[in-house]
């Protein structure tokens, strides 16, 4: 109980200041109190305000100086006023509710990306939660799904999840439920897409989501991300994007936050440009040093399609994914998906449901984390134990993956198909950008199914490659 009530403290102390940014009550350059002074002030433990201070400053809302103190960035705060107006909008209307042999793979070591750790899948709550819909379940559950959007209870309940985890207040009204995220995307390609028009994308990105989006036969614009995530500045002016994709909340892969500046930059250039954004939202609910960053859609619920998947925070065989679409575009992708397959499976649906709201899947993902959190710890300190000084590690802040970078070193395709032959998967950086030769001293490396014993014996072996 305690360490909720510190948690709900934290969040309303980092809702406090980030609001009177937003507003430029708070105006750029204003110097904060130190954290000694805000948590006498307010009552608070000093490593309370520390921890806001580093989420905001993470976000791109504040920044240190050594020595002399933390002050607030310049984030455009003429830009600001429509966004906290829609927020607020949001707010008035929350209480309305409308392969190889499997043991080929036992025996690999597989560094892949973004993948969740199998063997602690919580199959037993799951089974007692399915058998409970099995019990009540009426036969007239049995037949076509009504609601093409997917069930009404599993919709509410995304939205209560959200709304604890991230903060991000919605109505089920507005949620699709879809066949994992990759449906989602599927669906929106066949929506916003065709031969004449254009999108820009992250890159590097997931190969998977830059293939949907080529199929189309649309022009993919690719734009580079560094440190604060996407470069928005280098969105094309020449060429006018039907969309823009983004994983701002931890950019894939490089681990980056999209800032606030650079947010609202976004959100200027998709109004006066007409294009929508599709959110990626897939794994920030593991971060490993204060809270979940605020969604994108938080700040303008019209232009955003926000896309989540419970493929991370459970297991990738559930094949359920959603998105929350503007208002204008609900009709339209319900009816896209009426041709793509009807409608999604009822009964996954309705288990998962009721495994939400009898809160395992908040246990779980608690407890994912701290498991998470051990094997990102080995894997950084194996690295470094191995490698020394050759090798930076960035992009660690959240998820399930992180960047090892070796100066002077390729960890290229090549040394991959090598160290396959030795059970062993590695992935190259390159092999998810669009434009070629740019990181090829980077990997990109998962330790969410990969337990500490496996990590050791798998660097061990890199060690002899790189």
């Given at each position: 109980?305690?360490?909720?009530?510190n948690?709900?403290?934290t969040?309303q102390v980092?809702?406090?200041?980030?609001e009177?940014?937003?507003q430029?009550?708070y105006?750029?350059?204003?110097?904060?109190?130190?954290?000694?002074?805000?948590?006498?002030?307010l009552?608070?433990?000093?490593?309370?305000?520390?921890?806001?201070?580093?989420q905001?400053?993470?976000?791109?809302?504040?920044e240190?100086?050594?020595g002399?103190?933390?002050?607030?960035?310049?984030?455009g705060?003429m830009?600001?006023m429509?966004?906290i107006?829609?927020?607020?909008?949001?707010?008035?209307?929350?209480?309305k509710?409308?392969?190889?042999?499997?043991?080929?793979r036992?025996d690999?070591?597989?560094?892949?990306?973004?993948f969740?750790?199998l063997?602690?899948?919580?199959l037993?709550?799951w089974?007692?939660a399915e058998?409970?819909?099995?019990?009540?379940?009426?036969?007239?559950?049995?037949?076509y799904?009504?609601?093409?959007?997917?069930?009404?209870?599993?919709?509410?309940?995304?939205?209560?999840?959200l709304?604890?985890?991230?903060?991000l207040?919605?109505?089920?009204?507005?949620?699709?439920?879809?066949?994992?995220a990759?449906q989602?995307?599927?669906?929106?390609s066949?929506?916003?897409?065709?031969p004449?028009?254009?999108i820009?994308?992250?890159?590097?990105?997931?190969?998977?989501i830059?293939?949907?989006?080529?199929k189309?036969?649309?022009?993919?614009?690719?734009?580079?991300?560094?440190?604060?995530?996407l470069?928005?500045?280098?969105?094309?002016?020449?060429?006018t994007?039907?969309?823009?994709?983004v994983?701002?909340s931890?950019?894939?892969?490089?681990?980056?936050i999209?800032s606030?500046?650079r947010?609202?930059?976004?959100?200027?250039?998709?109004?006066s440009?007409g294009?929508?954004?599709?959110?990626?939202?897939?794994?920030?609910?593991f971060?490993?040093?204060?809270?979940p960053v605020h969604t994108?859609?938080?700040?303008?619920?019209?232009?955003?399609?926000?896309v989540?998947?419970f493929?991370?925070?459970l297991?990738?065989?559930?094949?359920?994914?959603?998105?929350?679409?503007?208002?204008?575009?609900?009709?339209?992708?319900?009816q896209?998906?009426?041709?793509?397959?009807?409608?999604?499976?009822?009964l996954?649906?309705?288990?998962?449901?009721r495994?939400?709201?009898?809160?395992?899947?908040?246990?779980h993902i608690?407890?994912?984390?701290?498991?998470?959190?051990?094997?990102r710890?080995?894997l950084?300190?194996?690295?470094k134990n191995?490698?020394?000084?050759?090798?930076?590690?960035?992009?660690?802040?959240?998820?399930l993956?992180l960047?090892?970078?070796?100066?002077?070193?390729h960890?290229?395709?090549?040394?991959?198909?090598?160290?396959?032959?030795?059970r062993?998967?590695i992935?190259?950086?390159e092999?998810y950008?669009?434009?070629?030769?740019?990181?090829n001293?980077?990997?990109?490396?998962?330790?969410?199914?990969?337990?500490?014993?496996?990590?050791?014996?798998g660097?061990?072996?890199?060690?002899?490659?790189?």
């Open positions: 109980m305690h360490s909720e009530q948690e709900t403290k969040r980092y809702s406090w200041i980030r009177r940014i937003m430029g009550i105006k750029a350059g204003t110097s904060l109190p130190s954290t000694r002074e805000l948590a006498k002030e009552g608070a433990s000093r490593a309370l305000i520390v921890e806001v201070y580093e905001l400053i993470a976000e791109g809302f504040l240190g100086k050594q002399a103190g933390t002050f607030v960035k310049d984030i705060a830009r600001t429509q966004t107006q829609l927020h607020s909008e949001g707010k008035l209307n929350e209480h509710h409308v392969a190889p042999a499997r043991e080929d036992l690999e070591i597989d560094f892949r990306p973004s969740p750790a063997e602690y899948a919580p037993q709550k089974k007692r058998l409970d819909v099995y019990h009540d379940l009426p036969a007239s559950m049995l037949g799904q009504e609601d093409l959007a997917g069930d009404i209870g599993l919709r509410q309940a995304i939205c209560d999840h709304l604890h985890i991230k903060g207040h919605c109505l089920p009204e507005q949620i699709i439920i879809t066949a994992g990759t989602a995307f599927s669906i929106l066949r929506l916003l897409l065709t004449d028009k254009a820009a994308i992250e890159d590097p990105t997931a190969t998977f830059h293939n949907i989006f080529a189309t036969k649309a022009q993919v614009i690719p734009v580079p991300v560094d440190q604060d995530g470069c928005v500045e280098q969105l094309p002016t020449d060429v994007p039907q969309c823009i994709f994983t701002p931890h950019q894939f892969p490089f681990g980056s999209l606030i500046s947010r609202l930059q976004l959100l200027d250039y998709a109004r440009t294009a929508y954004i599709i959110e990626d939202d897939y794994d920030s609910e971060r490993y040093g204060g809270m994108l859609r938080e700040l303008d619920s019209e232009r955003v399609v926000y989540g998947t493929s991370k925070n297991f990738p065989a559930l094949r359920i994914g959603y998105m929350i679409a503007p208002q204008q575009l609900i009709e339209p992708i319900i896209l998906k009426r041709t793509a397959d009807m409608h999604g499976a009822t996954p649906q309705l288990t998962l449901a495994f939400m709201n009898e809160g395992h899947l908040k246990r608690l407890r994912m984390k701290r498991i998470y959190h051990k094997r710890t080995h950084i300190q194996t690295l191995t490698f020394g000084d050759k090798v930076q590690i960035t992009g660690d802040a959240a998820g993956h960047i090892a970078t070796w100066s002077g070193h960890a290229n395709l090549l040394t991959a198909m090598e160290l396959e032959q030795h062993i998967k992935y190259p950086a092999r950008t669009i434009r070629k030769d740019q990181y001293n980077s990997l990109i490396m998962g330790f969410g199914n990969v337990n500490e014993a496996k990590m050791s014996e660097i061990q072996t890199l060690a002899s490659f790189i």
